[in-house]
């Protein structure tokens, strides 16, 4: 049997694509959307409270009898660092004063919330078929309950320890997420950024070290680059900035301007937005600060001091402090339904002439 063939029955799906769930960016729609056209379709809940959340993955269940992947982070809460986040805001400061913000009005909070007790009830009660998580895995009890009504589990890896962390400890598909991906490093062994490595590197090594299907993701954004990644090994994609553009993604305006200019040709790793390392195209605010600060508060606490500098750029028209998440290949960002998008990934199966 075929990788593919593999995952393909494991989730219950027709085509290996996997939508890259996108916090901020998409809902329900997108879900749905993929996972009726034969892929699977992801839901993002690391900014969801319970009632959003509940209402999402009943809409989708509305709307497909096929499977679909909700997604949760699973990092540990920081303690407030209070030294560190003066050191933040006092950092910022130029741009309160320039914008006429009042950093003392800033609300705090952490921003994203992890994986915890409360979701996991609402979960047994929906059974979504397939949950994913970012930054590792919920804690051993947590992991037991998702289980318990059959979802199968999948978590993303940026380097073969942490793949080989995840098949021990019961995911049953690996995402190995390369440095060319858009949005967070799922990162949770190291640190260190000189540990991570380029899609096509990580995967067949990663596929070496593992039993579990391997899903290849970062990057790739078109039907080619899928074969590509199978003929490495990949048993599926997850692709996520190739959706960005599709009418069913809530991108903002300013977010698909950008992915739509030559600015989206250079993107970095920047901590400025949330405090973890995460790829987006460079901007005014990473430029100036960063793109990685030693300044900035631990995930998920950074946000908060960056809101108002965003929200008040926003209404000037400008993305300038804002997350402009993508990839290191735009190339396949199309203005086409996210159907469409799934099936031209798609195509690169076996005997499926691509051109
Ligand atoms: C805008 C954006 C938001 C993302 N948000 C999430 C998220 O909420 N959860 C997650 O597991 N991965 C998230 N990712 C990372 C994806 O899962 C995936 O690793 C990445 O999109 C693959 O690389 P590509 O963007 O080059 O296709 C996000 C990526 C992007 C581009």
Known sequence: ????????????????IIQAPMAGVQGSAMAIAVSNAGGLGSLPCAMLGPEAMRSEI??????????????????????????????????????????????ARIASGPGRLPFDGAAAELLSVLKPPVVSFHFGLPTPDLLAQVKAWGAKVMSSATTVEEARWLEDHGADVIIAQGLEAGGHRGMFLTEALTSQLGTFALLPQVVAAVKVPVVAAGGIADAHGVAA???????????????LLCPEATTSTLHRQALQSDAARHTALTNLFTGRPARGIVN??????GPMSGLAPAFPLATAAVAPLRAQAEAMGSGDFSPLWAGQNVSGCREVSAAAMTRALGAAQPGVNVR
Do not use: K
């Not at 049997?1 to 494991?10: G, H, W």
């Open 1 to 16: 049997m075929s990788a593919a063939t593999r995952l393909q029955e494991l989730l219950g799906i027709a085509l290996p």
């Open 58 to 103: 009943e809409a989708i269940q509305a709307q497909t009898t096929r499977p679909f992947n909700v997604n949760f982070f699973c990092h540990t809460l920081p303690a407030n660092d209070a030294p560190r986040q003066r050191a933040w805001l006092h950092a910022l400061q130029p741009y309160y004063t320039e914008w006429g913000i009042d950093p």
């Open 229 to 243: 990644a199978m003929a490495l090994g990949a048993a599926g994609v997850q692709a996520g900035t190739a959706y």
């Open 284 to 289: 005014r605010f990473m430029r100036e600060q």
